[in-house]
């Protein structure tokens, strides 16, 4: 079992930025591939970032590319979403996941084995 407990959400004006911290707790944090997703009120949950177990390749969402970026500190056992140039329509709940190393995508909800309870943010225009 893999605990993951998310902080560091809130408001935030257009234009600012956010960084999400998830700690992770239980079993070896290094073997795993981290995701962050998020999911607005009325809307499916989607994808945003998702580091590999190594930390040597990194995915994003077509949305927010070249805005977000992930990283992980295995030492801490912790997984990071900076977020920069924060629009509107990245108010959400952000969900932190751990996945096995093995499976072949990165995207989707199934690839992930456990998550978060989540974090609000919110960005004001």
């Known amino acids: 079992q893999v605990q993951l407990v998310e902080s560091g959400g809130g408001l935030v004006q257009a234009g600012g930025s956010l960084r999400l911290s998830c700690a992770a707790s239980?079993?070896?944090?290094?073997?795993?591939?981290m995701g962050w997703f998020r999911q607005a009120p009325g809307k499916e949950r989607e994808f945003v970032a998702a580091i590999n177990w190594s930390g040597g390749s990194t995915y994003y969402g077509d949305s927010v590319k070249g805005r977000f970026t992930v990283s992980r500190d295995d030492a801490k056992s912790t997984v990071y979403l900076q977020m920069n140039s924060l629009k509107p329509e990245d108010t959400a709940v952000y969900y932190c996941?751990?996945?096995?190393?093995?499976?072949?995508?990165?995207?989707?909800?199934?690839?992930?084995?456990?998550w978060g309870q989540g974090i609000q943010v919110t960005v004001s225009s």
């Open positions: 996941a751990a996945g096995p190393r093995y499976r072949r995508t990165y995207t989707l909800s199934a690839d992930y084995d456990y």
């Open positions: 239980g079993r070896t944090f290094g073997g795993y591939r």
